[in-house]
């Protein structure tokens, strides 16, 4: 018990900056924080803070210790919230992932309401296009986007909040200037703008209505990994795009983007929340699933 007290003195104390303001939030005082570090380190046998007049500073021991004590104190947290869960009583950090451009567009708007809905969830949400490692980089639920049916097979629990679909496009601007498409074979010849991260790389997939397959290899004007820069580049005149309707799906309807080979269907898309495991499932991960998946009941890109 006294080496719990310890660490939850150090970890408050990391996270204030000082002694003071550590205190200050565990209604403490400073020499009560300071002699319980100092126990802490004791019994260790290393240093976990370098002192000076001005500031505090972890040592790299101090970095690394403190990210595991912050983890556990985190899951005693959840432990405890778990115990007494229920949707009416939702509680904790929960530590979301999502995919950079659908979380600024589409997530970000969403947590101020689940944040009123909650007043006792703190979040903590890390936008990547990097496929995480939920478990060990300590993330309670991410949202992840995939080809329908390619959801990588993992002990990850899934469940589905919308669907989406893959839009060529390009600008009025681009497309006076440039020659005909009226076939995918046509891209080849064209100037196009690519996500480095799309699961086909250079070749893009469609689909005909009567299920003909085709597949053309593009040779990229501009690659990255952001579908915003593509988004950027074709709204510029510069060439054809390929993106998900939540992305281009407002520039198609309002003109600034047209949509390309509208009898030839790019790859169906599905959104998910995935989290680690379905045993034992913590309230605050529950009521953000189940808030997702109303959210997403209908979606406006489509």
């Given at each position: ?18 002694y ?32 000076t ?31 007494s ?10 530590r ?13 708007p969403?947590w ?45 629990v899934?469940?589905?909040?919308a ?17 005909a498409?009226s076939?995918p ?6 100037a196009?703008?690519?996500y480095?991260?799309w ?16 597949s ?5 004007r ?9 988004r950027?580049?074709?709204l ?25 080979l509208?009898?030839?269907r790019?790859?169906a ?26 959210a997403?009941?209908q979606?406006?890109?489509?």
């Amino acid at each position: 018990m006294d080496q719990l007290r310890q660490i939850e003195a150090f970890v408050a104390v990391v996270q204030a900056g000082s002694y003071v303001r550590a205190a200050e939030r565990l209604d403490s005082s400073k020499a009560v924080l300071s002699r319980l570090v100092l126990e802490l380190e004791t019994q260790l046998g290393t240093r976990l803070l370098n002192r000076t007049t001005r500031r505090l500073s972890l040592t790299e021991t101090g970095a690394a210790y403190h990210e595991r004590c912050r983890q556990i104190l985190d899951d005693l947290r959840d432990a405890n919230a778990a115990a007494s869960a229920t949707t009416a009583n939702v509680s904790g950090r929960l530590r979301i992932n999502a995919p950079l451009t659908f979380g600024n567009l589409h997530l970000a708007p969403l947590w101020g309401e689940f944040l009123k809905l909650h007043p006792q969830v703190e979040l903590d949400i890390t936008l990547t296009d990097r496929v995480v490692d939920l478990v060990e980089e300590g993330f309670d639920l991410a949202v992840r986007i995939a080809q329908a049916g390619r959801l990588p097979s993992t002990s990850l629990v899934a469940r589905k909040l919308a669907s989406d679909r893959m839009l060529l496009c390009a600008s009025p601007g681009y497309l006076r200037r440039a020659a005909a498409i009226s076939h995918p074979d046509d891209l080849a010849r064209h100037a196009v703008m690519a996500y480095a991260w799309w699961s086909s790389g250079d070749a893009w997939p469609f689909t005909d209505a009567d299920g003909h397959a085709a597949s053309v290899t593009v040779q990229p004007r501009l690659r990255t990994n952001s579908g915003d820069t593509c988004r950027a580049a074709a709204l510029a005149d510069q060439g054809v795009i390929y993106q998900p309707a939540f992305l281009v799906g407002a520039d198609v309807r309002a003109g600034r983007l047209v949509e390309l080979l509208p009898d030839w269907r790019g790859p169906a898309l599905d959104i998910h929340a995935v989290y680690p495991s379905r045993t034992h499932l913590s309230g605050k991960v529950r009521a953000m699933v189940d808030f997702l998946a109303g959210a997403f009941q209908q979606p406006g890109w489509l």
